[in-house]
């Protein structure tokens, strides 16, 4: 099979020797030091288990079984021992992880799938300085793991890292078996979580922010946003940073990513203040489109009330 390696408006290719003119480049000179550092991982492979194509082994065999995605996997899922991965290029960056596309393929044969991989920076990278509010009422396993997060070790700081990302494959895990519309969880891996692609080809989904629906359209997104606050509320969660800018519109399909922070409103004592900030700032952007804001103020008071039954 043939591989493509032209980049799109949606991403930047970071294949080695591919030169932009200043004018185009979309990310900084530091941004591209970052992203060539989380290739290194692939790049030191000894040349004698280096695959015959692609830039890694498939790693669908190194996670756990509780790693990887709800059963039964969508057809589209690849678990071929024998499948490789080829680096794309960078989908988007955020303040505690850069988002990759990632092509998944059965050498010699047509079977291929573009995925998401959400890789979390390492300590001196990360820029989210607000995580104890999302993070309260989590606790690492080991009493050894807590102390070192707690102190802000290098250590401490790459297993807070790592806790991200299974945060958020846990996450999706939990939302997508209940039906929230969350892309699919395909694994994780240390600090990796790689999920379904939303979106055509090699062009993501725009942003909720980015969409101009119709009335009929902006109804039907407005009761998809309400549905999905409801069924998160119902199995304990606020997304925690819910926003027109972490949702995006797939064929007339409303979906939220971005679900590190995801917050147990029982658990967490500001869990109610994440919820109510969740509607407030999704139903803010319909409200400003012609949803009346008598439907937001009713979503507020029946997920409040949600949280409120034993």
């Given amino acids: 099979m043939a591989r493509k390696t032209e980049s ?20 900084s000179q530091e941004d591209h030091e970052r992203f060539e550092a989380m290739r290194t991982v692939f790049d030191e492979i000894p040349n004698d288990d280096r695959p015959p194509a692609g ?5 669908w065999w190194d996670s756990e079984p509780l790693q990887r995605g709800p059963e039964p996997h969508p057809d589209w899922v690849i678990t071929d021992h ?17 988002v990759f596309l990632v092509e998944r393929v059965v050498p010699g044969t047509d079977r291929a799938v573009i995925l998401a991989s959400k890789r979390y920076r390492s300590a001196e ?13 989590r606790a690492a396993k080991r009493s050894r793991d807590n102390r070192a ?10 297993q807070a890292a790592g806790r991200w990302a299974a945060a958020e494959f846990d996450a999706l895990k939990r939302l997508y078996a209940v039906g929230v519309p969350v892309p699919y969880p395909v694994q994780v891996h240390g600090t990796e979580v790689l999920m ?5 080809g090699r062009t993501a989904a725009p942003r909720l922010a980015e969409t101009r ?8 997104l407005w009761e998809q946003a309400a549905e999905a606050l409801r069924r998160m509320t119902e199995l304990g969660f606020a ?33 109610l203040t994440f919820l109510t900030r969740d509607v407030e700032n999704l139903g803010s952007w319909f409200s400003a489109r012609g949803v009346d804001r008598e439907l937001v103020d009713d979503l507020h008071a029946e997920v409040l009330a949600l949280a409120a039954r034993p």
Avoid: C
């Fill in 149 to 158: 997060m707690a102190k802000r070790t290098t250590f401490g700081l790459e």
């Fill in 213 to 220: 629906p119709d009335e009929s359209e902006l109804d039907s």
């Fill in 196 to 200: 379904e692609f939303i979106g055509h």
């Fill in 8 to 27: 799109t408006d949606s991403f930047q290719s970071i294949r080695r020797g591919r030169k932009q003119s200043k004018q185009s480049q979309v990310f």
């Fill in 55 to 59: 830039d890694r082994w498939s790693i």
């Fill in 82 to 98: 024998g499948a490789v991965d080829y680096e794309l290029g960078v989908l988007k960056t955020g303040k505690e992880a850069d």
């Fill in 125 to 137: 990278h990360t820029q989210f300085n607000r995580a104890g509010d999302y993070t309260v009422g």
């Fill in 239 to 271: 997304h925690g940073d819910l926003s027109p800018y972490n949702t995006v519109v797939h064929e007339g399909r409303l979906v939220v990513l971005d679900l590190p922070q995801v917050v147990d409103i029982y658990a967490n004592p500001l869990g």
